[in-house]
């Protein structure tokens, strides 16, 4: 079964936070720094304190069991104190979005599709079935892996495949395909790529070392290549020793340096580290894997239907963001403000 980090990107918008934490083993997809940043910092004007004991603040926290612990009662109050620190800032983004979406959508007059949040599940299970190659029934067993990685259980689940369904509902009147973009998507799908490992450190000195450390090692550079990606690299492919997808020149999410360097490329480690946003990074290259050959019309309706379904997502994430941050936000509950002023930016 061949696991591809693209089929995360159904489950990913919205979730904006640690969403790259737990992605399944195998090839990662090298994914650009994002531009701009997180979203938007809580407004300062919230209230200091909030008490949590306040059946006001909590309904029912007082008086309700959350587990009995060696016959020691663990109050739902407790809990949420400790999970509003541990993770509120992640709840109350998609709870934001929630009532967000809800608000835009009246604006505009948009109406959700009464199957809108299942055609997202099909979507999703399809994309998954289509980009790791395999059947439906090992799609599935995939995508549960995935739901708990992310820590997405009944609920969360059905709120992220409605809230795509909303957010795919007011900017799929404003995507269009471009014979440009349908170029691009036809020369990813079928054109050239090369098999390469990375690794990325924060300096062109610490670069400089890590190239010497591996032509040093003449007989098995490719080796020492991977346990010093697996040590020291920042790109997310380091712990997998460096294996990423096959790359594209065409891919316009890679780093310009980047592209340019693995456009017609020498087998073996590049002369040079390629300055890119995450730092400097050092390419082996493994194998030069040549264009396929001429689409037929139904792969070719099949590559039009991915393209566009992603320039949906691109969309939708813009979206996702624009309301995220125009939206007055005023945190009440100390360790949800606390997660939410301290999460990464």
Same mark, same amino acid.
């Given at each position: =079964? ?42 300062? *004007? ?35 104190? %400790? ?41 999703? +299970?399809? @994309? ?49 395909? @471009? ?6 998507? =036809? ?26 450390? =591996?032509?040093? &090692?003449?007989? &098995? ?10 040590? %020291?690299?920042? *790109?997310?492919?380091?712990? @997998?020793?460096? +294996? ?39 390419? %082996? ?11 037929? *019309? ?18 939708? &994430? ?6 995220? &941050? ?20």
């Amino acid at each position: =079964m061949k696991h591809n980090t693209r089929i995360l990107l159904g489950l990913s918008i919205t979730l904006f936070l640690g969403a790259c934490d737990s992605a399944p083993s195998g090839p990662a997809r090298h994914v650009p720094p994002r531009e701009g940043g997180g979203p938007v910092a809580a407004r300062s *004007d919230a209230p200091e304190t909030a008490s949590r004991g306040d059946s006001s603040e909590v309904p029912g926290a007082t008086s309700r069991t959350a587990a009995i612990v060696n016959g020691e009662r663990v109050s739902v109050d407790r809990l949420f104190s %400790y999970a509003g620190e541990a993770a509120g800032s992640v709840a109350l983004e998609e709870a934001a979005l929630d009532v967000l979406l809800d608000q835009e959508m009246a604006r505009q007059g948009v109406v959700l599709p009464p199957d809108g949040a299942q055609a997202e599940l099909r979507a999703l +299970v399809q @994309s998954i079935t289509n980009e790791g190659d395999i059947t439906g029934d090992q799609a599935g067993v995939v995508l549960e892996r995935l739901k708990r990685g992310r820590g997405l259980g009944p609920a969360r689940f059905q709120a992220l495949l409605t809230r795509n369904a909303k957010l795919r509902a007011l900017v799929s009147p404003q995507v269009t395909l @471009s014979p440009q973009d349908l170029s691009t998507a =036809m020369e990813l799908e079928f054109g050239p790529k090369v098999k390469a490992r990375l690794l990325t450190v924060p300096t062109r000195e610490l670069a400089s070392d890590m190239r010497t450390r =591996m032509t040093a &090692d003449a007989a &098995d550079p490719l080796t020492t290549f991977a346990r010093l990606a697996t040590l %020291y690299s920042t *790109d997310p492919s380091g712990p @997998s020793g460096g +294996v990423v997808e096959p790359l594209s020149a065409a891919d316009i999410s890679l780093p310009p340096a980047l592209r340019q360097a693995i456009a017609d490329p020498p087998l073996g480690l590049l002369p040079e580290a390629v300055a890119t946003p995450r730092g400097f990074t050092l390419v %082996y290259v493994e194998e030069k894997i040549p264009a396929r050959p001429a689409p037929t *019309d139904e792969e070719r309706q099949k590559v039009e239907a991915k393209a566009r379904r992603r320039l949906e997502r691109l969309a939708m &994430d813009r979206l996702a963001r624009q309301l995220i &941050d125009q939206a007055k936000i005023t945190v009440l509950d100390d360790g949800v403000r606390w997660s939410w002023e301290t999460r990464p930016k």
